[in-house]
């Protein structure tokens, strides 16, 4: 069973467009999280919820939202989506407190076109 | 937010040789991860840890920790094929909100 799952796996769009990008986590974790990963390697966080509360929002641009209907789930969606958005984004989750290693998925690559 | 650096950010190493690589963060922390990416894969966790150890081990990996030199290194001993990967360092800073920042990473080929 995939403990931290997230679709779709590549997602191309034209400018302009609002996507989401689903994620859902099975292990009990209370913390879920957004990374970006640019094309660099280099990996940023977006966003972590903790029970359904945004605890960190980094400079992110409004277009980015996270939704958490329940505690297995973060969805993230984009609004007008731009050529800078392509990057991949990785779902993690974690559980909560220190020392806790974070779990996660296997990527959806965005490609803006 | 802080950041783990490691270097070199490439390395290449025939299998048997040990691969080493570095990182340097900038503030105090809780804890230091270090995980792994297949190409094309997500994350996973290699080894934890805390700030108060200076050496932890777990099969063919050995981790060390300075906090006064705010740097931790990763060693892989006797490589192999399928070690092949990016390997990232990731800070868990001492003020919490499990907030792990992680740094570019280090590619690594092991060349059969």
């Known amino acids: 069973d995939t403990a931290v799952s997230q679709t779709p796996k590549y997602l191309v769009t034209q400018m302009g467009n609002d996507k989401s990008i689903k994620c859902e986590q099975n292990?009990?974790?209370?913390?879920m999280y957004w990374y970006k990963q640019d094309s660099k390697k280099f990996l940023k966080i977006m966003f972590s919820y903790n029970n359904k509360e945004l605890i960190i929002n980094e400079t992110v641009p409004n277009r980015f939202s996270p939704k958490s209907p329940d505690k297995a789930h973060l969805n993230l969606h984009i609004n007008s989506l731009e050529l800078g958005d392509s990057a991949v984004y990785f779902c993690?989750?974690?559980?909560?407190?220190?020392?806790?290693?974070?779990?996660f998925g296997q990527g959806t690559r965005l490609t803006v076109v | 937010s802080q950041q783990g650096e490691e270097d070199p950010q490439a390395l290449s190493i025939q299998e048997g040789e040990n691969a080493t690589m570095n990182c340097s963060y900038k503030?105090?922390?809780?804890?230091l991860q270090w995980y792994r990416q297949n190409s094309g894969r997500g994350l996973v966790h290699l080894i934890l840890i805390r700030s108060n150890e200076r050496e932890k081990h777990s099969g063919r990996l050995r981790v060390t920790l300075d906090t006064s030199k705010k740097s931790s290194s990763l060693l892989i001993t006797a490589s192999r094929a399928a070690d092949t990967a990016s390997y990232f360092c990731?800070?868990?800073?001492?003020?919490?909100?499990?907030?792990?920042?992680f740094g570019k990473g280090n590619q690594v080929v092991v060349i059969p």
């Open positions: 503030t105090s922390i809780n804890n």
């Open positions: 292990l009990g974790h209370d913390t």
């Open positions: 993690a989750s974690s559980r909560e407190g220190a020392y806790a290693e974070a779990f």
């Open positions: 990731a800070t868990d800073p001492s003020w919490g909100n499990n907030r792990l920042a």
